[in-house]
């Protein structure tokens, strides 16, 4: 199956060297490009875009708010976002995240890389940097807030509790089957159906309920 990309940054000169990566690839074709969030969701919608590459600060509309329309939007709901900027390491991994991001990159990745994340992304998981993800949990731990009124883990099994919150410490599938005694197999249906009940679209937006519902704590050993 070919993975539909479009490329969303004010830079020409930054899309280019996007298209020349990943159009190099037999399973990835370039589908558009957009100067700005508004023209991002509205090829989105058009191109019937699977993945769109987006950067953060852009002119007008920038790509928080684009990544949120996208989210939002029920025609659109397949479409996953890939954010990558300069900016790793602040707020804006956690806007990115609860405006709906499925991968969130630093822009001096390599292309191998980038083609890696496109495809995670691409086949419903979620794509953290390490400095992405040492943000995130850098903002948990200062701006600790509570689960949104609209989340309860009442829905969750124990075994569905136990799955998410080694989610939430950045275990794999086959990590977690191994630490649970399962096969991976397993260990992934666990984790679907915990993001089914909690309305989450992947396992990036299931770290950040974990955390903010108080189920992981930052700081806290697996």
């Given at each position: 199956?070919?993975?539909?990309?479009?490329?969303?940054?004010d830079q020409a000169l930054i899309r280019a060297g996007y298209r020349m990566i990943l159009d190099s690839e037999?399973?990835?074709e370039i589908v558009g490009e957009a100067v700005d969030g508004r023209e991002a969701v509205d090829l989105a919608r058009s191109q019937r875009a699977d993945i769109v590459l987006m950067d953060i600060r852009m002119p007008g509309v920038d790509g928080i708010e684009a990544t949120?329309?996208?989210?939002?939007?029920d025609d659109l709901a397949g479409v996953r976002i890939l954010v990558?900027?300069?900016?790793e390491n602040d707020d804006n991994v956690m806007l990115a995240l609860r405006a709906g991001a499925s991968g969130f990159l630093g822009k001096g990745v390599g292309p191998d890389e980038l083609i890696t994340a496109v495809r995670v992304v691409a086949s419903g998981d979620a794509m953290l940097s390490p400095k992405a993800t040492r943000g995130l949990l850098s903002h948990l731990r200062s701006q600790p807030e509570a689960a949104p009124a609209s989340v309860s883990l009442d829905v969750l099994t124990d075994r569905e509790r136990e799955v998410?919150?080694?989610?939430?410490?950045?275990l794999s599938n086959d990590d977690i089957g191994e630490?649970?005694?399962?096969?991976?197999?397993?260990a992934k249906t666990h984790v679907n159906r915990a993001m089914?009940?909690?309305?989450?679209r992947d396992r990036a937006q299931l770290v950040v309920v974990a955390y903010q519902s108080?189920?992981?704590?930052?700081g806290t050993a697996q």
């Open positions: 199956m070919t993975i539909r990309v479009l490329l969303a940054d037999p399973d990835i949120r329309r996208i989210a939002a939007d990558l900027t300069t900016f998410v919150v080694l989610v939430a410490h950045g630490h649970l005694f399962l096969s991976p197999l397993t089914t009940k909690l309305g989450v108080g189920l992981v704590r930052p």
